[in-house]
């Protein structure tokens, strides 16, 4: 029984688990999770928000040689409001690995995290840090996990900057502090300094047990932090190119990490590093011609979700709209997804389904929603 239903879609063993007692023991047992892992097909979570409402959603998609059903099957829809007593809360999705989902409440009053499984419908407040967090000061965050002791981790990173009191520029970091916070131990623990500038517009992205951001040196080089989970150290490597501002951000695309450079007015460049940690491997990958209503100069980020067998590619236009360039015809063009024009919000991550229970980390308080 346990061989069958580890081979249905997730929507279909949610679906069991309300049948009888028995089966809801069986999609709970531990060995299940464990063989359920090794044959789940990745999918998206996609956070939409507008004007009166705000939800969450997994969403499915085939990737075969003639179609990729773009139209997306919903797994699972879902609202996030239970979570924070606070009625101005707004929360957004920060990382994903391995059907967790770590959350942040982005208004600055609140400064409340989560980690949370939208498949089992649980989910853990991390306690809060002390620092009060005020312009120019700079927090961000990264979840992951170690591939060696395979701990869940979040990170948070705080600095202070000092600006130019007439051009406003970064001139220093009079303080920083890291912290990482491991599940199922109940606190913070501090790492000491941060090294290096962040920027708040910059996740943690995560590849082969580290932690990725964009940083800059006190000269103005921009550089990328990798932070080793299990040994909890930073250390730099360089980007494909030193010395330039960039509308960047660092992902993981076809196996590799990779970078987006929307700095370009009329492409979108995509750079893979074929051998990680080798400086030398950064290669140009794809460059896909903007639409022409988003050529010119741009200060939206593009990230990179989805790179298809025949060469097609599913990416984000900032917080506004998802895109679809397809591989054959060399055409990029919005997806449509459903939403109505307007002071609207999208994101869009990597999800890859399970349904590991939180209540395995014993120190935590794990609330259902």
């Known amino acids: ?35 359920h892992c090794t044959r789940t097909k990745p999918g998206l979570v996609i956070h939409q928000s507008e004007m009166f409402k705000k939800y969450f959603k997994i969403v499915e998609f085939e990737d075969a040689g003639d179609h990729h059903n773009l139209a997306y099957d919903t797994m699972v829809k879902f609202r996030l409001n239970s979570l924070s007593p606070f009625p101005d809360a707004n929360i957004v999705v920060d990382g994903s690995i391995n059907g967790f989902l770590f959350l942040r409440d982005i208004c600055y009053k609140h400064k409340t995290l989560y980690v949370c499984n939208p498949l089992t419908r649980e989910y853990i407040q991390l306690p809060k840090t002390k620092e009060i967090v005020r312009y120019p000061c700079v927090v961000t965050h990264g979840f992951g996990a170690s591939l060696k002791s395979g701990e869940y981790k979040v990170v948070r990173i705080f600095h202070e900057r000092e600006l130019h009191p007439v051009t406003h520029t970064f001139v220093r970091v009079p303080y920083s502090m890291s912290q990482v916070y491991t599940l199922g131990t109940g606190e913070w623990k501090s790492l000491g300094e941060a090294p290096f500038a962040y ?171």
């Not at 879609?9 to 069986?26: E, M």
């Not at 960039?246 to 750079?271: A, E, H, K, Y």
């Not at 890859?352 to 308080?365: G, H």
């Open 199 to 369: 920027n708040s517009r910059s996740m943690g992205s995560f590849f082969k047990g580290n932690l990725h951001w964009f940083i800059q040196d006190l000269e103005g080089s921009e550089l990328i932090s990798c932070f080793d989970l299990e040994n909890e150290t930073f250390q730099p490597f360089p980007p494909p190119f030193l010395g330039r501002k960039l509308q960047r951000s660092l992902g993981v695309l076809m196996g590799c990490l990779c970078l987006c450079d929307n700095t370009s007015n009329f492409d979108i460049n995509i750079w893979l590093m074929k051998e990680y940690g080798v400086e030398k491997s950064w290669t140009k990958e794809f460059v896909i011609g903007k639409m022409p209503q988003l050529a010119g100069l741009s200060f939206q980020i593009v990230r990179a979700l989805r790179a298809f067998r025949d060469g097609s590619i599913l990416f984000m236009w900032g917080d506004y709209c998802m895109l679809y360039y397809c591989g054959k015809n060399r055409v990029t063009e919005e997806v449509d997804m459903n939403q109505v024009r307007g002071p609207n919000y999208i994101e869009a991550m990597d999800y890859v389904p399970s349904f590991v229970n939180l209540r395995s980390f014993v120190l935590e308080k794990v609330i259902m929603f």
């Open 1 to 35: 029984m346990l061989e069958i239903l580890s081979w249905l879609p997730p929507k279909s063993i949610i679906n069991c688990k309300c049948v009888c007692k028995k089966w809801l023991n069986l999609i709970t047992d531990p060995y299940f999770v464990r063989l």
